[in-house]
């Protein structure tokens, strides 16, 4: 007992000069610090809890030469400057479309990434697939039939995601260059992506197995594949980097990224 | 509409176009374009004062061509058709034979075989004219035969520029052709061919020429007949070389300046020739993304068309500067000119902004400053003496660096003084002086570095002199810029330091670089120890050097030790203005040999090294990070991006897809001999058994005793059938065979096994291009063993080389994919796979890592990267 007492009044020795240093501080002071410390604290907890907001990500993705730069300017400035040359690295920007900076009312920006379409750069894409909020994958329509497989292959590898396939990301398949004469329609190209899709089904399921990815199984297995039966909404449009016309790509992400 | 010569001089360039115009309307034939011109306005989009310069035919100058060139440059922005050169000439002759008669044994023209005469409705022939030519049309000819003028040079004409005139009076006298001479004196013929069509011959004096003709000479060791052919390609090559580097210097046919992500911000808007093919598109995806960037230039070879692409980096911006030439020009010019284009561009470059129309005018200037640049050097290379040594010229290189770096200081006396001395060696050295800087910076004091240098500089090698220009260059102008424009520069305070550099600059000459590197810093750190915190790029490399190397004991001492561990800390908090390549180089060089004990060949992880260096030079260095982790960042990213499959290697895709066109999929397995292309080919055919695929194998190893039965052995296990045909035979021929039996029984794939051989074997390797040339199966695989190590380099270009070389087709097979066997005993030294798909550029397709048919994998990239860098 005689060594709490002792305790307690060393104690006391320490909190009293510590009052009564409060005491003397000026009121104004007093609160300043307080204040400061509330601050600091609601600061901190802004900046180190996790956002919770909806994203608002939106991933142009394709094979190189389709045109996704040539969109995310024309999505962006509203044009294509002096034309673009194959891409190295990602292109990204938070911005308002450049069609709604005219109209009036508050809109909400979006992050759109343009994910180069080299083979060599895919993986950058498994960065961005995680906070996506859609993904906009563009298909060269002029020469489809060439990069038809090379197309599907791609197009496969994203629906089967794990991040698609879970957070059910929206997939918009652009079918770009429509200006030309020579382009095919988005029906053909539904089509045939179709077709592709079904046969790399057969063989990509198969090696699964062999490969470390985790991956999800596509369509109904025992009929023959069609987008409407992925988990996530998969709808085709059509568009024109080069003229400007990119309203249906507009209308999608607005769909998903609520202004 | 038929303008002689002197009467084009003296017309508008407009009023030319207009002519030429007219003509193509018309239909005519006949054109009076003197062929000899073509090669001087095939180079430019701008071709209107290529059509004057015919007009001055032999001796114009330079300069005048330059004002010329000023002067037109309005004109030809408004009107450009993207005229590139005269293609041929068209000439209607009553009977070919007689006319060939003519043009090929008196005039000696040779037929252009590649272009066929049987396309048109009419009998025709192509006979080259320089690289031009004139077509032959057998066809009724609407010009009267009699009442023309007796001078060709009244009438409407070709002109063909040759060499000796004299000779060719003396063959038309001997074929009784008769002919004039020109009347105004000039060394030129005109006769008429069996139609009466006019011929104009001029003679184009080239005093180099021979001087030309002798490099020709020397260049080819060939075997007589082919010598004669090449000596005379390259004589038609190098007179128009000639003629266009006397003429114009500018020869770029593009200069892009586009970002990373792909934008073009400027594009040379003077050179509107259109590209054949896209080079800058295929410059990124064969060579910038594979890693190959720190090579000096890239090749582009498309239909018709052979340019060479140089390129440089703005790191910290994410630019990318491209010039594009033709591959014959070699222009001395492009790196430098490059390197200021990058240095001008940086200084208005804002991400924000889309458009840099203003840059024409810098750009112009720019160019025409290196234009002058190259002239000058390479008159004063034709007097210096080449002899410096290689050795010598990379001491000075260094040397340059570092002068030039810590020339950057923040007073501008002492920096001018840098410049000078800078300035001093170059002149002294025989080259040229700055032009830019002098007029620039305009500082006093020319010679002082120079005397105090004379000692220690010889003459040096004139190609290291380029590059050691285009460096020095680049940052002693930047400095310069700095000090004489107002336009403020963030980028550059950082890198301010105020150190006298004299001394080391003296001292460095006398020993290797990398220690005197070394020697220097300490001594450095231990004299201004009150300064040692600013100067940031110093220590830093320093202290990275000294945590990379910690095992390598390096001889720094303590102090610079403690001195470098707190201005790390300091650095990795505060972060680096931009990285330079001394900062680089310690980090680097652990990478290399990290990746060297990981059995990647040398020579990979050196390049691999250079390009990461190239790609890292120049970037802004973040906060609280180190330079050996930025390094590694880089460096595994280009790792990943090299072992990710440029293509699919889905193979049962391509299976059903051969399956649905009806005929096998045949897979040809190659390699070394002992590397186990045998056993891993039974594993694959299990792996594809297991799949629903059906196998046949066939033995194509007809050379080692007991091949087929080992082959057979494992066809017996899978129950799979075996084509054989015994030994002794021609295995392309076996593997023909089992092809065609192959489509008969409805096997979906063919497993060629081959005979294992070594890469210098010619008759062997012969043979197998013969079987792969012969049989164009779907997949080449190259088989080969993960424990290799330097020789994997060796061996997988050898054979692509002698697949390529020994092929007789236009378009060679080469290596589709590599199977890496013997997967399983390497344990973490991973690096033969890296060497192998860097070399080929073939993607790993399969692992084998095991002795039983269930061991075969796929690789792991991530798993891959992940040990290489361990």
Redesign the interface.
Known sequence: MEGMEHWKSKLQEIVNPLQQQILRTPDTQLYTAIGMLIITIVFSMFVLLPKRKKSNTIILAGL??SGK?VLF?QLR?G?S???????????EGTFVLHSETDKKGKWKPIHLV?V?G??????KLDDFLPQAAGLVYVVDSLEFLFIC??SA?YLYDILTNASVVKKKVPVLILCNKTEKVTAHSKDFIQKQLEKEIE??R???T??SD???KSEYALGIPGEPFAFSQSRNRVCFAEASGLTGEVSQVEQFIREYVKP | MLTTMASLLIQSPTSMLKHKVHYVNQGNVFTCMALSTTIQSRRRGRRKYGSCLMAKASSSVKEDVLVKELSYISVSEKRDIGVISVHHVGILCENLERSLDFYQNILGLETNEARPDDKLPYRGAWLWVGSEMIHLMELPNPDPLTGRPEHGGRDRHTCIAIRDVSKLKGILDKAGIPYTLSRSGRPAIFTRDPDANALEFTQRSSPSISLYLLHACTAVHLSSSTAIRTLREKERRDLIVLQLENRYRNMLEQF?I?T????????CRELTKALQGSP??TL??SC???ERSGASSYNYDAAGVAYTLKWTFHNDF?L?FVAVYQRILHLLYVDDLLSMVKREFSVIYDPNR??YGGFDDIYRQLRMEAEARAEELKKSSKLGGNTGSKKQAQTQKGKYDQGDKKGGSADLKNDGGNDDLDKGRKVENGHVNWGRSDEEVGLVGGVNGGDSLSSSNGAFDVNKLQKLRAKGGKKTDTVSTKGSKAEPKKKMTKKNRVWDNSPPEIKLDYTDPVTENRDEKSKFVAADEGESMMDKDDTISSDSEFEEDEKMENGAKVETKAKGWFSSVFHSIAGKANLEKVDLEPALKALKDRLMIKNVAEEIAEKLCESVAASLEGKKHASFTRVSSTVQAAMEEAL???L?????I?I??D???AKEQGKPYVVVFIGVNGVGKSTNLAKVAYWLL??KVSVMMAACDTFRSGAVEQLRTHARRLQIPIFEKGYEKDPAIVAKEAIQEATCNGSDVVLVDTAGRMQDNEPLMRALSKLINLNNPDLVLFVGEALVGNDAVDQLSKFNQKLADLSTSPSPRLIDGILLTKFDTIDDKVGAALSMVYVSGAPVMFVGCGQSYTDL??L????IVKTLLK
Do not use: C
Not at chain 1, 81 to 91: A, F, I, K, L, R
Not at chain 2, 260 to 267: E, I, N, P
Not at chain 2, 860 to 863: G, L, M, Y
């Open positions: 190189s030469g730069t300017y400035d044009s400057h002096q034309g673009t040359v194959t891409s190295m690295e990602p292109n343009d180069p080299h083979s060599r750069l895919r993986p497989r090379a292959e046969k790399l057969a063989s990509r198969v090696i062999a490969d470390m | 892009l586009f990373r992500g792909g934008l073009v911000l400027w594009a800058i598109d990124i995806r910038l993304l594979e994410g990318v889309t458009e990943v991006r090299i990710t499959p440029k293509h699919s889905d049962l895709r299976v059903y897809a297991q799949h994998k796929k792991n990239v991530k798993s």
